[in-house]
């Protein structure tokens, strides 16, 4: 599985961006999806996944309410709707993606990972 990631960019303290994760290789509807991200100094940590049919989905608490997670097989790809973005929000963001029956927040349970996209957010 090869994941494309994209979307990322600078934005205020307060506005929104959409991440994109395509995936190719296998289709998407067999593998749960998952969004890590990681600032300089700090450990890769998890923000989001769904499941395969995009039924289920589980969020970190520090983006719950901002962030959704969604995804459209027909077109292999999730997604990251950012909204309300604050400073403490930029690192670089990567999509990975899990082949398992219940949905993973741990990093070393993903199987395949797309290359990180900037995400900077402005005070």
């Known amino acids: 599985v090869q994941l494309q990631a994209s979307g990322g960019g600078l934005v205020q303290a307060g506005g929104s961006l959409r991440l994109f994760c395509a995936a190719s290789g296998r289709s998407s509807s067999t593998i749960h999806m998952g969004w890590f991200r990681q600032a300089p100094g700090k450990e890769r940590e998890f923000v989001a996944t769904?499941?395969?049919?995009?039924?289920?989905?589980y969020l970190a608490d520090s983006v719950k309410g901002r962030f959704t997670i969604s995804r459209d097989n027909t077109k292999n790809t999730a997604f990251l709707q950012m909204n309300s973005l604050k400073p403490e929000d930029t690192a670089v963001y990567y999509c990975a993606a899990a082949v398992s029956s219940s949905l993973r927040v741990l990093a070393h349970e993903y199987d395949y990972w797309g290359q990180g996209t900037q995400v900077t957010v402005s005070s």
């Open positions: 769904i499941s395969t049919s995009g039924g289920r989905t």
